[in-house]
């Protein structure tokens, strides 16, 4: 029995309202067809990922484009949740379509229907088997530092500006202690009803005269939470999380039991541009925990800066214990860079 399509309403005369003319180009099918979508963002103005009530998101915004242009309104799965402020290069997100079109024309509608702030790199027909999450097998995230004494404006909501003074060797020795295989406890945000230690970067030479610019950390209250993300074991799958909590979401993670993630590779790299020098961090996985990186970063910045010592970063990972790393960088600087899935 063949599945009905339902076809785009004729637009109506609010621009809101309007849909991309694909009746052409869409048919009817007998079955659900499976997609992979990969996609870059710009994170500043989004509250995250994930659909959020009164917040704009980037899966309501995806899912939203969806309905305009097919009728249908899957909600698409990302290889993971990224936080509010955090940017993409190469998202990956999966969902099910009974229209029949072309990738290249579901291309072109998204773009257009899309804000400019996220774009659609491919699309991609794919087995039904294929999830964006849970049949990921490797991540890479960058996280970017500006080095210079003033950050252009137009760099500012891209990185943070780090420019006193930095040991970039210890930075790089720290790095490479991350890689193997590690319970990072110590790294993963703790409850997401908690106040969460952030980097917040003050001006001191504004608020106290000389002095220049100084790190000052500060609490700032957890807005959202989300999912480790990363490949699960098959129980996982089945049973990935669990609260006690009624208070908490179902989304937040047991993390004990899900803490042990493997590094591939870490390492920090000086890069030259045009408005000034970068440090860049990049980090590849098999997954991280919620807010991993970028407690990984602060940390680091606390070595670079030389406030701790390389040599504490076994005890720091053996405490498993948020109070024993260092301070939460900005999300602003973090870039999911890609996203690997088996040939």
């Keep these: 029995m063949l599945l009905k399509t339902r076809l785009p309403a004729p637009p109506s005369d609010t621009l809101s309202s309007k849909r991309i003319p694909l009746n052409d180009l869409i048919e009817p099918g007998p079955a659900l067809q499976n997609w992979k979508l990969t996609l870059a963002y710009d994170g500043a103005d989004f509250h995250g990922w994930q659909i959020q009530p009164g917040n704009p998101t980037v899966q309501a915004e995806l899912q939203a484009a969806l309905g305009r242009i097919t009728g249908e309104s899957p909600l698409p799965q990302g290889s993971g949740r990224t936080d509010a402020g955090v940017h993409a290069l190469a998202q990956v997100a999966s969902f099910v379509l009974q229209a029949r079109i072309p990738p290249e024309n579901l291309l072109r509608a998204l773009n257009r229907t899309l804000p400019p702030s ?55 020795t720290s ?82 039991q899900t803490a042990i993630r493997t590094i591939f590779s870490s390492n920090w790299e ?10 860049v961090y990049r980090v590849r996985g098999s997954g991280f925990l919620h807010h991993m990186v970028r407690n990984l970063v602060g940390t680091m910045l606390d070595i670079g800066r030389g406030r701790i010592s390389a040599k504490d970063i076994p005890k720091i990972l053996a405490a498993r214990n948020r109070a024993a790393a260092g301070p939460t960088a900005p999300a602003r600087g973090l870039f999911l860079y890609s996203v690997e899935y088996q040939e």
């Design 118 to 172: 996220i774009r659609v790199l491919e699309t991609k027909i794919v087995p039904a088997t294929f999830h964006a999450r849970h049949s990921a097998v490797a991540k890479t995230y960058e996280y970017r530092v500006f080095r210079g004494a003033i950050c252009p404006p137009t760099l500012a909501r891209y990185v943070l500006a780090c420019p006193w003074p930095m040991d970039v060797n210890a930075l790089q």
């Design 175 to 256: 790095a490479k202690l991350f890689e193997g295989e590690h319970d990072f406890l110590s790294f993963a945000a703790t409850d997401p009803d908690l106040t969460t230690r952030t980097f917040q970067i003050t001006n001191e030479a504004e608020t106290e005269g000389a002095g220049g610019f100084n790190p000052r950390i500060e609490p700032i209250e957890s807005t959202r939470a989300s999912a480790p993300d990363g490949p699960s074991s098959p129980i996982e799958h089945r049973l990935p999380y669990f609260s006690a909590d009624p208070s908490v979401p179902e989304e937040w993670p047991l993390v004990s």
């Design 270 to 279: 000086q890069r030259q541009t045009e408005t000034g020098d970068l440090l």
